[in-house]
């Protein structure tokens, strides 16, 4: 049991390492154009803060089966690369915690006090929900659990449960309809901001256009959980068993290009496996840290 939860939750962090490498690389100023044309900016893709804290999951998950928050928040603070694209509020939370510093305190104390609700706790978390695959309740229990680390807002956490869930749903042997994938993270995630775009996608699941869903539910411009996830949720639910349409289905939505792509490379990574990731864009991929344990 344990050798498949790994299994599947390894599948999940390559598709979502894959997806972030290669959704930065439209930030690049001569690639800025190529995503509306389909086409492949040069390799080698670096992954992001995306990947490097999902690994983060990943290896915690791998060393105690759930989520141990002082465990993570170490992890967190201890493979901080600040050239990775983190934010500033969390380059300096994790230097903190690296100091000594307590990341409960640290993390409530975000934003005045409000906690952070970005989008920092759903990117890294679809690897969780396909370790709990098929229990979308305890996915969602520890997907809570994770976010609370750096993410204390309402959003921010119910951010993380929507794409644990989804996740556990993606890898699960049957998957839903894209209508009743997101009913069921529906009933999952609690009420806020999150849940209503997560409602506004559902009612956009019989949409085709990327461009109308993301002009309805936003691309995660503005890099909070309630405008990245439910877009992602949509562009999941729509393209669960074709990870490259996933992918250009999401990345010409534009906006944070770089998450919303990790977020449905997980999911839906979760769903068709390594061998449903391009093996040429594996190839141009930048390879995992060897601390996450992926080949161990």
């Not at 556990?168 to 999150?194: K, N």
């Not at 936003?218 to 999941?236: E, I, Q």
């Given at each position: ?28 100023p001569d ?35 759930q989520?141990?928050?002082?465990r ?13 694209g ?9 230097r ?38 098929g ?78 869903a ?39 939505a ?21 061998e ?21």
């Open positions: 049991m344990t050798t498949d939860r790994r299994t599947r939750a390894l599948n999940s962090l390559y598709g979502l390492a894959l997806g972030d490498a290669l959704g930065s690389q439209f930030f690049v690639n800025r154009d190529a995503w509306q044309r389909r086409q492949l900016p040069p390799g080698p893709w670096q992954w992001t803060d995306d990947a490097e804290m999902a690994c983060s999951v990943f290896a915690v998950l791998r060393q105690a089966g989520v141990d928050q002082d993570l928040a170490a992890s967190f603070a201890t493979h901080h690369d600040f050239d990775r983190y934010g500033p509020s969390m380059n300096r939370l994790l903190l915690v690296r100091e000594g510093g307590s990341w409960r305190e640290l993390a409530t104390d975000l934003f005045d006090g409000q906690g952070s609700w970005g989008n920092g706790a759903a990117m890294r978390v679809a690897p969780l929900g396909a370790w709990f695959a229990d979308p309740d305890e996915a969602g229990r520890q997907a809570a659990l994770s976010a609370e680390v750096t993410h204390t807002h309402p959003d921010g956490v119910a951010g993380a449960i929507a794409v644990a869930v989804a996740a556990s749903l993606a890898a699960a042997p049957t998957p839903p309809s894209p209508a009743d994938f997101l009913d069921q993270v529906l009933r999952r995630v609690p009420p806020g901001r999150v849940r209503d775009g997560v409602l506004a996608a559902r009612e956009l699941a019989h949409v085709p256009s990327s461009a109308t993301a002009h309805e539910l936003g691309n995660g411009s503005h890099t909070g959980a309630h405008d990245t996830v439910p877009f992602t949720l949509w562009a999941a639910a729509r393209h669960l068993d074709d990870y490259e349409q996933a992918f250009w289905a999401t990345a010409s534009g906006g944070d290009v770089d998450t919303t792509c990790a977020i449905v490379g997980g999911i839906v990574a979760a769903r068709v496996g390594v449903g990731l391009p093996s040429s864009w594996r190839a141009a991929c930048e390879p995992l840290p060897e601390w996450a344990g992926a080949e161990s």
